[in-house]
């Protein structure tokens, strides 16, 4: 028994020196602050990537839609007859179409579910546009119903635009928590 207690005692001796002098020893020490720091580091440059890839094509499907409410305009001219341009203007959903898809997102971008849509718009007291008919009606005679009897409804063509966008780290970065798909909506006075 007593071999034993003197085996232990000089592994536990042994043991308490390795771990003293571990303790003690700086050796590595800059590389494990280095290889925090680069984590750091490399976080933020994946965050600020990814983000910026974010607004810009954000950026690109919103000048999508509004090139596509433009093109609506520049189709159906109303001095043509084409208003309602939903029901009677041909090549709208075409133009829409390609307007759209002319950025640099390309086909990528599309025109939304039941979109476009038109309808007859009027200023309400707070100054906001507000719907009063759809285009497949018969337009009002005034703007009565918004409490200014004095104005003429004005024809509106909606366009809603769609990109499925996708983090190019996903799991890892910020960018992985914005809506997808971006989804954006542009309206244009026809008449």
Known sequence: MACLDKILIAAFGKATEKACALKTDERGASALEFAIFAGILAFGLLNT????????????????????AQAAFKTCDPS???????????????????????????????????S????FYCLNDAGALQLIANASLNPPADCSSTGLPGQQPGDYIRVTTSFSYAPLFPGVTFASVFPTPIMKTSMMRLN
Not at 87 to 101: D, F, K, R, V, Y
Not at 116 to 119: D, K, V, Y
């Open 49 to 68: 990537a990814d983000i910026s890839i974010y607004i810009y094509k954000r950026m690109q499907v919103e000048n999508a839609t509004e090139m596509a």
């Open 80 to 114: 043509k007859g084409y208003l309602p341009a939903t029901l009677s203007c041909p090549g709208l959903t075409t133009a829409i179409t390609q307007a759209a898809q002319s950025t640099a997102l390309g086909a990528e971008v599309s025109i939304a579910t039941g």
């Open 116 to 119: 476009p849509t038109e309808g």
